[in-house]
Each structure stands twice: as structure tokens, then as C-alpha cells.
């Protein structure tokens, strides 16, 4: 136990390595692409396509942020917040989710939101900054949307930034979405080898729960890991 306990902590490293590595690619994209990236060109002009990447959904109209939460620009300046399909996996359940409230501030980086599932509290971080103009009161009452539906109706927060440009910089890349799935897959493989393929359903789905699954007893820690508030 001790032995696997090390190559999970091993795994883990590595994980936080690569995501070194992300926001290393991120800042050189940035500089190689210069200002001409602007919030505008991420709006899409045709309809929006959900496709699955690595066993999770990823819709093409949305940014995602390293700690897997992601934000859809809208209109008059209104950014859609919500976290993605991997943290709804790798949750699996939830008993309930605390929100900010409607006029409070959020932090790119900083604490976003707070959910309890089995006597544990997790953290996760705000995709961008600016204020709270909304939050989706469903899911208070029902805090599985956020998990079955995380793109659709388990939205989180609705906040109003007039300059999205500046928090570009900390969000993955589009041209670099794919990889990134592909590199979490990898990772999740990793830390349990011997039963990696019972971690995806019949078409490449990722089973529900993922983080229990992967450690029973230290499930909350891996959470931690991925969503980087640990």
C-alpha cells in the first residue's frame, strides 16, 4: 500500500508538471499570437458543437480554466460560469453547493464556489473575475444538475466583466483543448494501471465518481489535485 501510495503521489507530480508546462505554452501562444486575441474572436458565429475529447463532453463555445471550470461569453458583457464534465465525473455526486452571492466579487484563481458530498468540503476556483449579476438558484434545490447537466442547466454563476481580455491569459488555449483532455485521460490511466479500463463505460465514457473510484480513501485529496485548491 505504501508502494502504490508513492506512485500515486508520482502521478500526481507529474500532473502538476504538465500543467507547469500548460501555462508555460500558454504564455509563449500569447506572445506569438499577440493582442489581436481578443474575447471576440472566441464567440462563435455558428452553432455552438458538443463533441467528447478523451471519454469527457467539451463544447466548442466555452473557455476552460486549468481547475476545470469554464465560461461562456454572452451578451452585454455577461460571462455563463460553470464547472466542466471532467469535475462532474471526477465527483460523481454532490449533497449540496454553496454559491457567492449576487453583488460579491470573483477572483480568477481564487475561490469560485464551495460543494460538500460525503462530509467533505471541495473547493473550486472562478474561471475569470468580475461581479456576480446571477446565480442559478436550481441548482441550490438540485445540486445534481451540475453534475449530469454542467454545460446546460447545472450553469453556476452569471458574472459581468466588460474586459475578458486580460484573463485570457490563464485559460487553456482552444488549439490546445484536445491535448489537454487527452493529457487528464493519460493521467487518470496512470494512477491506477492495473484498473484503468474499468474506468470508462461502453464508447469511451468515463465512469461516474472517477475519484472514489481511483482512491476510496483519499478521493477528496485527488479532487484537490485536479481542481488545484489543494
Known amino acids: 500500500m505504501e508502494i502504490l501510495a508513492h506512485i500515486q503521489q508520482a502521478k500526481q ?8 508546462g ?9 506572445v506569438l499570437n499577440g493582442p489581436a486575441v481578443e474575447v471576440a474572436s472566441i464567440k462563435e458565429t455558428v452553432k455552438p458543437i458538443l463533441e467528447r475529447i478523451a471519454g469527457f463532453l467539451v463544447p466548442s463555445d466555452v473557455m476552460f480554466h486549468p481547475g ?3 465560461a461562456r461569453v454572452e451578451s452585454n458583457d455577461i460571462v455563463t460560469v460553470g464547472m466542466d464534465d471532467f469535475a462532474a465525473k471526477l465527483l ?3 449533497d449540496s453547493i454553496s454559491l457567492p452571492k449576487e453583488g460579491s466579487k470573483v477572483k480568477q484563481g481564487s475561490f469560485g464556489w464551495l460543494m460538500k458530498t460525503d462530509s467533505q468540503a471541495i ?9 456576480v449579476v446571477a446565480i442559478n438558484d436550481a441548482v441550490l434545490d438540485s445540486p445534481h444538475l451540475a453534475l449530469t447537466d454542467p454545460y446546460g442547466k447545472g450553469w453556476l454563476l452569471k458574472v459581468r466583466n466588460a474586459n475578458l481580455t486580460p484573463n485570457l491569459k490563464n485559460m487553456v488555449p482552444t488549439g490546445m483543448i484536445a491535448k489537454w483532455f487527452e493529457s487528464i485521460r493519460e493521467t487518470l490511466a496512470g494512477l491506477q494501471p492495473a484498473s484503468a479500463a474499468g474506468l470508462y463505460q461502453d464508447g469511451g465514457e468515463i465512469v461516474s465518481g472517477l475519484a472514489k473510484a481511483l482512491d476510496p480513501k483519499g478521493w477528496d485529496d485527488l479532487t484537490r489535485e485536479f481542481f488545484l485548491t489543494k
Open 13 to 20: 507530480a507529474e500532473y502538476l508538471i504538465a500543467l507547469i
Open 22 to 30: 500548460l501555462f508555460s505554452y500558454i504564455a509563449f501562444w500569447r
Open 68 to 70: 476545470h471550470a469554464w
Open 92 to 94: 460523481g455526486s454532490v
Open 123 to 131: 473547493h473550486m476556483l472562478s474561471p475569470i473575475e468580475g461581479e
